[in-house]
């Protein structure tokens, strides 16, 4: 068995190496983004005043629609610093878009004004998209749906090889397991670079595995759904997304009858009667939006039930003319699969709780990917010489 899977290991890995590499560099970069935003652009970010305090949701979108009549709001997320409006091209009744330069548009959180704007990811535009870029490829190869095809099934390979990885580690024979199995995570000093290598490779894949695991696997969440909702689904209590607003009755709607202010009151007290109904606690609010092609409003806050610190996730949708209901969505609490979920979430975006110590783990692991490719291929090169080297002693 071993003599199968060692080779499917290697050849594997090595094909793995480019996308493992990448994602470990744009990985460690994107566990700081925001901070790097505002180091880098700070100019979409506001400096709160004693005594200020945001402005409402329904006011930013507001003033958002206002300063791009041509494009439409998608959503309105509010943080401590900035306010982010996503733009979307408006429809005309001929079914033409009207084209727009720009989908980001940064507000003022306290007061209302422009901040600035960028088409997200466009380097033609400057600096300021620099990060948006560096997340782009780590998302999708900046390449849209075939780039999320890509790495959804390389991270299932990854996922995939990581407990092939396990197995290889294991040791050849039952006598003195427990010894030569302590012995696989160490790291000995050695002249021998093979001997170094592989010691680094092995050792540090064991030390590192349930994190690589847990990043491996939450690559497929993200880019392979399908994939993720029938192993979840198949294991826990597992409510995916789509089903449930497919199993809703929806009706595109391009305008609906509530504005912006009636859509921010109404998901406000949804809101908190789901919160006195499910017994957590409801903290501000976050975001607003508004999906035509299913006629339902979003609104978010943080709350109790919340698994990250930066950012919140606990939401509910209700439709823009009745304002009744459609569905909710809770982090944590209702389904065991997506509890689990949204912890793997947190996990990935080393964003649990807006812990620091975590986030240093992050980026520090996405290094650590980088240097395990590194001596992977180290590993198959110095192989491939020294056979080089015993077949030319051979003819000889």
Same mark, same amino acid.
């Given at each position: 068995m071993r003599r199968i899977l060692l080779p499917i290991h290697r050849y594997v890995g090595l094909a793995l190496v480019p996308f493992l590499i990448l994602l470990g560099l744009t990985g460690s970069i994107i566990a700081y983004d925001a901070e790097l935003e505002?180091?880098?652009?700070?100019?979409?970010?506001?400096?709160?005043?004693?005594?200020?305090?945001?402005?409402?949701?329904? +006011?930013?979108?507001?003033?958002?629609?206002?300063?791009?009549?041509?494009?439409?709001?998608?959503?309105? #997320?509010?943080?401590?610093?900035?306010?982010?409006?996503?733009?979307?091209?408006? /429809? %005309?009744? /001929?079914?033409?878009?009207?084209?727009?330069?720009?989908?980001?548009?940064?507000?003022?959180p306290f007061t209302g004004a422009e901040l600035g704007r960028r088409r997200e990811g466009d380097l033609s535009q400057g600096l300021i998209n620099l990060i948006p870029f560096i997340y782009g490829l780590h998302r999708d190869l900046a390449a849209g749906s075939t780039g999320v095809l890509i790495l959804g099934v390389t991270s299932l390979v990854w996922t995939a090889d990581c407990f092939l990885a396990l197995y290889l580690t294991l040791p050849l024979t039952l006598v003195g397991f427990w010894r030569r199995r302590f012995r696989s995570w160490r790291v000995k000093r050695s002249d021998n670079s093979f001997r170094l290598n592989f010691d680094l490779h092995r050792a540090g894949s064991l030390w590192s595995w349930?994190?690589?695991?847990?990043?491996?696997?939450?690559?497929?969440?993200?880019?392979?759904? &399908?994939?993720?909702?029938?192993?979840?689904? &198949?294991?826990?209590?597992?409510?995916?997304? !789509?089903?449930? #607003?497919?199993?809703?009755?929806? %009706?595109?709607?391009q305008n609906p009858r509530m504005g912006w202010s009636e859509a921010e009151r109404v998901g406000a007290r949804i809101m908190s009667e789901q919160a006195a109904l499910r017994g957590f606690a409801v903290g501000r609010p976050n975001s607003l939006g508004y999906v035509p092609s299913l006629g339902m409003y979003s609104y978010g806050a943080a709350s109790g039930l919340d698994v990250r610190g930066r950012?919140?996730?606990?939401? #509910? !949708?209700?439709?823009?003319? /009745?304002?009744?209901?459609? !569905?909710?969505?809770?982090?944590?609490?209702? %389904?065991?699969?997506?509890?689990?979920? /949204? !912890?793997?979430?947190?996990? %990935?975006?080393?964003?649990?709780?807006?812990?620091?110590?975590?986030?240093?783990?992050?980026?520090?692991?996405?290094?650590? $990917?980088?240097?395990?490719?590194?001596?992977?291929v180290a590993i198959?090169?110095?192989?491939? &010489? +020294?056979?080089?080297?015993?077949? $030319?002693?051979?003819?000889r």
């Open positions: 505002r180091a880098i652009s700070p100019q979409l970010f506001a400096s709160s005043r004693p005594g200020d305090s945001p402005l409402d949701l329904a +006011a930013l979108a507001q003033r958002a629609d206002t300063l791009m009549p041509e494009a439409r709001l998608a959503y309105i #997320i509010l943080r401590p610093d900035t306010a982010i409006a996503r733009m979307r091209p408006r /429809s %005309h009744a /001929s079914g033409l878009s009207q084209q727009i330069d720009f989908d980001q548009l940064f507000l003022d349930p994190l690589l695991v847990v990043f491996a696997w939450s690559g497929v969440m993200m880019n392979l759904t &399908s994939s993720y909702d029938v192993v979840t689904g &198949s294991l826990f209590d597992y409510q995916p997304s !789509w089903k449930v #607003i497919a199993s809703g009755s929806l %009706h595109p709607n950012s919140s996730d606990t939401s #509910i !949708w209700f439709d823009g003319d /009745s304002g009744e209901l459609r !569905w909710r969505f809770f982090p944590t609490g209702e %389904h065991t699969g997506n509890t689990i979920s /949204s !912890w793997i979430w947190a996990l %990935h975006f080393g964003d649990v709780a807006d812990s620091l110590p975590y986030r240093l783990l992050v980026f520090l692991l996405g290094l650590w $990917v980088v240097g395990l490719s590194v001596t992977g198959w090169q110095l192989k491939r &010489s +020294a056979r080089k080297n015993q077949r $030319v002693r051979g003819i």
